[in-house]
């Protein structure tokens, strides 16, 4: 209720203007069209222009004075260090988690769960950098407490960001750790759940928080506003859980 309360009072107060800029981790990609729909429901007016990258390099982007209105960031500490040092002006908040899956693109003895990474056969695991992606600690944490890492780590095959994770899993190494997210794209639905991935066992590691800011950018504009609510919502948070993703308490 407090989030559609704010709304009003933003709507009523902030300039308006027809278009806001998004900017948008990689791994978000996924549930982008369904948000900018359901958004759109609501607010048929508002353009949503989206750019996409790795949460440091938009951040980056945003220190050099690039005019996005959002960050939707694939973890919390690039959004807690725009707001320290002044170019966000909402403190940020987790509008979902992040989770892990296992994947290969051909059929694989999945019932063995992360053993089946030991396999002879297995000579190639793609994982996103822990030097640059959340999703890369994440999987570094999993491995090392199921007390895997030490031996796997000769078979890995570091990726950027975990979009460019999902390439090598599919085109170039036998098996890879993803977003789940992305497992529920099109391109992807062909992947069965047993067959071709396994959600990884979130008592392994601890779940990405995702966090949101307003940009000085976009500070005082209604749309903004707008859609900054609208990512709390009931709706949102759905669509968020439709694409992998963990969620708390929705707000209403």
């Known amino acids: 209720m407090r989030f559609k309360i704010l709304l009003l009072v933003l709507l009523s107060t902030f300039a308006m ?33 989206i750019i996409l990258g790795g949460t440091g390099k938009l951040t980056a982007q945003i220190m050099h004075k690039a005019p996005y ?19 966000a002006v909402t403190r940020p ?17 999945f019932s063995k769960g992360l053993a089946l990474i030991k396999e002879a056969n297995i000579k ?25 890492l030490d031996e796997l780590k000769p078979k ?3 990726a950027e960001s975990i979009s460019q994770t999902v390439i090598y899993t599919t085109k170039v190494t036998d098996i890879g750790f993803i977003a789940k997210s992305a497992l529920f794209s099109s391109k992807m ?15 392994l590691y601890a779940p990405i928080e995702q966090g949101i ?20 919502s009931r709706e949102a ?14 707000r209403d």
Request: glycine share 6%; hydrophobic share 45%.
């Open 17 to 49: 203007a027809d278009k806001i800029t998004l900017a948008l981790a990689g791994n978000v990609a996924y549930a982008i069209d369904d948000l900018k729909k359901e958004f759109h429901k609501l607010y048929p007016n508002i353009k949503v222009q």
């Open 69 to 87: 209105d959002i960050l939707m960031g694939a973890n919390m500490m690039y959004p807690e260090t725009l707001y320290q040092k002044g170019f």
């Open 93 to 109: 908040l987790v509008y979902a988690k992040g989770s892990l899956a296992l994947v290969s693109r051909t059929k694989r003895d």
């Open 124 to 148: 190639k695991i793609a994982i996103a950098n822990p030097k640059t992606a959340p999703y890369g600690v994440a999987t570094f944490e999993a491995l090392k407490n199921a007390k895997l």
């Open 156 to 158: 890995f095959v570091y």
């Open 189 to 203: 639905a062909h992947l069965k759940e047993g067959r071709n991935w396994i959600a990884i066992d979130t008592k």
């Open 213 to 232: 800011v307003i940009l000085k950018h976009g500070a005082k504009n209604a749309e903004v506003s707008a859609f900054y609510a609208f990512i709390f």
């Open 237 to 250: 948070q759905n669509i968020f859980e439709k694409f992998g993703y963990l969620v708390g308490h929705k």
